[in-house]
């Protein structure tokens, strides 16, 4: 993303310990920081703020896109482990991902569209769960120029 003039940060959060809304509220405020809406970010503020994330970290995008109090403009999830609803989304999936069926993420896409969301799909034939940072992943290069050209369409 930094090579493609996007900032980036990490959010690392809180695991539930049987508070199922701590990972959310983590994500919504790391948000509202990016975005310049809370103390943490000095001297930086962004006209649209994003979310990616992979497996449960993208079941956790796609909640923070659907139900969050401070909803993302987009969000990128990469084999996430989710079932369905709503958002602005990219979805990049590998059809042999045993931990997080592509299936699920149908249910996703389709929820989008029937809302009238703005949503592209892929899914790679072969690299199982997690590939989306392996540099062995075959369709690397595919999957980052997917979700670059992606963003740049919609923010025209």
């Known amino acids: 993303f930094a090579a493609n003039g ?3 940060a990490v959010l690392k959060y809180r695991m539930p310990n049987h508070h199922p809304e701590v990972p959310l509220e983590d994500a919504v405020q790391a948000l509202r920081i990016m975005a310049g809406l809370e103390a943490g970010a000095t001297g930086y503020t962004a006209d649209k703020v994003g979310i990616v994330g992979s497996s449960a970290g993208g079941h956790l995008a ?10 993302p ?8 482990v989710i079932t369905a ?5 990219h979805q990049l999936l590998s059809d042999d991902d045993k931990t997080a ?7 996703y896409y389709n929820a989008l569209k029937a809302h009238g969301i703005e949503a ?16 062995s992943f075959r369709y690397k290069a595919q999957w980052q120029d997917a979700v ?9």
């Open 62 to 71: 796609a909640m923070a896109s659907t139900i969050g109090s401070f909803k």
């Open 101 to 107: 069926p592509p299936v699920t993420s149908t249910l």
């Open 85 to 89: 609803v709503q958002g602005n989304r």
């Open 6 to 8: 996007i900032t980036g």
């Open 148 to 156: 670059l050209d992606w963003l740049r369409r919609i923010n025209e």
């Open 120 to 135: 592209s799909m892929h899914i790679y034939p072969s690299g199982g769960h997690g590939w989306g940072i392996r540099d």
């Open 73 to 80: 403009a987009v969000s990128v999830l990469v084999d996430p």
